[in-house]
């Protein structure tokens, strides 16, 4: 069964910082992994999907690798906002194409 | 792009009784549709796969006879909780899956408080 493990489970930055969200996962037999931002009480937003086969996914300031090998990915946000506060998650998609999610990672961008 | 919406958003109801979730896709065709269910501070885990025609997939330790799914058209899929108990209040959120690639367009989520 896949796991994921989404490090740190919490995140608290200055506005204008630059950070790295991680994901771990264990079964590198994926078909794509996503990265999520979630509000409070709201559903998912979708940032970024990176297929088995790409490296890596860019959007304004986000950008997403994969490592399928190493059974990795990393979410980087550049130049924080305080907007950019919410809970990350990042899932990944086998078989079946039903996503596993990790936990999250809280963000806090303090002004 | 693509859009899935869920009806109700928030629903409260009293302890015994059954409440019907929606998830429809707007502007696709969702040949497969999954169900979630998160819990407070908890990540989602995905409850039941539901494909258009057929008896849907439920993952284990989820109750089939107390979470019904229906997926009567490519558009629309229901979540029905039967003889809802307090302990079944949770955020459940939908998923559709387009034909055409891998990627999941989540609902907006439906809150379910059992009293």
């Known amino acids: 069964k896949q796991e994921v493990t989404q490090i740190p489970a919490a995140l608290s930055v200055p506005e204008g910082e630059n950070l790295v969200l991680n994901c771990s996962f264990t079964d590198s037999a994926i078909y794509n992994l996503q990265w999520f931002r979630q509000d409070p009480g709201k559903g998912l937003t979708s940032l970024l999907l990176?297929?088995?086969?790409?490296r890596e996914q860019t959007s304004g300031r986000l950008n997403a690798s994969l490592d399928k090998s190493s059974g990795r990915s990393t979410l980087y946000i550049a130049a924080s906002q305080p907007g950019d506060s919410a809970t990350y998650l990042c899932?990944?998609?086998?078989?079946?194409?039903?996503?596993?999610f990790g936990k999250g990672t809280s963000l806090l961008v303090t002004p | 792009g693509a859009v899935v919406s869920q009806h109700p958003s928030w629903v409260i109801c009293k302890s015994g009784t059954s409440v019907k979730i929606e998830c429809r896709s707007l502007?696709?065709?969702?040949?497969?549709m999954f169900w979630y269910r998160q819990f407070p501070k908890q990540s989602l885990m995905l409850m039941a796969t539901s494909n258009e025609g057929s008896k849907a997939t439920y993952e284990q330790g989820v109750e089939k006879d107390k979470f019904l799914i229906n997926h009567a058209s490519l558009t629309l899929s229901t979540l029905t909780v039967t003889s809802a108990h307090p302990e079944d209040s949770s955020f459940y959120i939908c998923?559709?899956?387009?034909?055409?690639?891998?990627?999941?367009?989540f609902g907006p989520g439906t809150r379910l408080t059992v009293t």
């Open positions: 990176i297929q088995s086969s790409q």
């Open positions: 899932a990944v998609g086998n078989s079946g194409y039903a996503l596993n």
């Open positions: 502007d696709f065709q969702a040949t497969t």
């Open positions: 998923s559709a899956r387009s034909g055409y690639t891998y990627e999941q367009y």
